[in-house]
């Protein structure tokens, strides 16, 4: 199973349209990624404020279905994929109730903090690739079996 | 028992100087706030999106005890109690490993929308207040029974 | 000349990394769309809660070129296009001391709010986009000059 | 005159109950704390991710008089204030075409970012203080032989 997050929306989530802002469904899968990444073992504070090393995001892009409202429970799918040496993307299915309602990419490059300038991934993200990677691999092929 | 909740601290709730940003606790006050109503059968997109009826916050406070930092699991006690026919509060503790390292207070009133006059607080906000109230009170009869 | 939107980076748009929190950059676009929306006589909160008509986001994509810290001077230029009778997209480059920094994209589609289904674009959006359409083809055409 | 900060509420500031989102007004009151930082010469960037000298709150309140809206004009006065040789408290007015619609505290406590023990406040901050409580003086003399 490729890795699940759930998330109720909040109302701090919502704008006075009544649904939630655009930009927060974003937040949300970036969420998602965070617990990702503790789920491989990955300590957050020391990686998200490591002074030599980040993992900025140099694209990110969001294709919204449904309206999304106030206490829906949402159900985030987590699918990373390594793009080069120094790069690795993240697609994200959010759902509600079983139907699609938003999806989203976010790519990732890794840099040296001070001179900003690219370098390898470093072998905790290479397993973090590889275990959501595998995941997601068994997923596709439990789905395909389950469809024929 | 109080009502508890337990809440990951998020990269975005995070600012430059390293730490959460100080009116993301209050934010995070209000999920404990929105997990509560709804643990008490409150459908949350008709509670805060009521054309009728609303409970803005017309006070908030908040101490910041310790630094608080991503990845941190916080738990959040909230204790609410009626004030008036048409006010509440509710009073908010956030603790780390059983270490308090916040306390934050809102205040709420509750209004007719289209006229914003104050009005009686509803049997379901009612409900709420006597649950949470009565847990809040076990949780301290113990609390003096243990430490007798 | 196009729409500019000039917008300081807040601490609050920061994180833990000390650069700001991507889906922030978003959300200066999306003030930027106000700021023109008002500039061309359009009333926010009515625009903003209108019970029958709304332009909810279905799409959104973003770059950036470079980091964005606290205090910086961002400037974004707007530029709207019809896509379709019910449909528009609005392209934004925010810059620093004429440097780009990122790029985005918004797709937005007019929708009448309690059926959701799709509906023409009213006048007033209308005549924000050839507002805005005629002076970026302006800026385009001075610019084409300028480098003849 | 104390430092003044004008700022237009966004469409992002506002929840699905119409108005703005409470904490966000604590979040308008620190941009105006930022802006008058920088109007005494303060480089933000420097300031807000010092690695050996930081300002966390330390507390915060807020009171909402009336509800604000999206793509309202809101005006936020400043008027800072030493607490002592390590602190210092801010208040502020918000006010809307001269009805005031809310009033905050923001404590701020100066530290030393590694060990997290008090220190002085540096002149920087000093000279910030005092120029702001000249103004605010001045301004509370002006108002008052106004009225007599």
Not at 1 to 7: A, W
Not at 27 to 49: P, V
């Amino acid at each position: 199973m490729p890795f699940t997050y759930n998330r109720s929306v909040r109302f701090q989530d919502t704008d006075a349209a009544g649904v939630v802002y655009f930009t927060n469904i974003l937040g949300i899968c970036h969420e998602a990624y965070e617990e990702s990444l503790e789920a491989a073992g990955i300590d957050l504070k020391a990686f998200f404020s490591n002074p030599a090393m980040a993992f900025p995001i140099v694209h990110a892009n969001v294709d919204f279905l449904r309206p999304i409202f106030c206490g829906d429970k949402l159900l985030v799918n987590l699918m990373p994929q390594k793009l080069s040496g120094e790069k690795f993307e993240i697609a994200y299915e959010i759902s509600l109730a079983d139907v699609l309602v938003a999806k989203a990419i976010t790519r990732h490059v890794c840099i040296d903090v001070s001179s900003r300038s690219k370098q390898e991934l470093p072998s905790e993200i290479i397993n973090w690739l590889e275990m959501n990677r595998r995941d997601a691999e068994e997923a596709e092929r439990r789905k395909a079996r389950e469809t024929m």
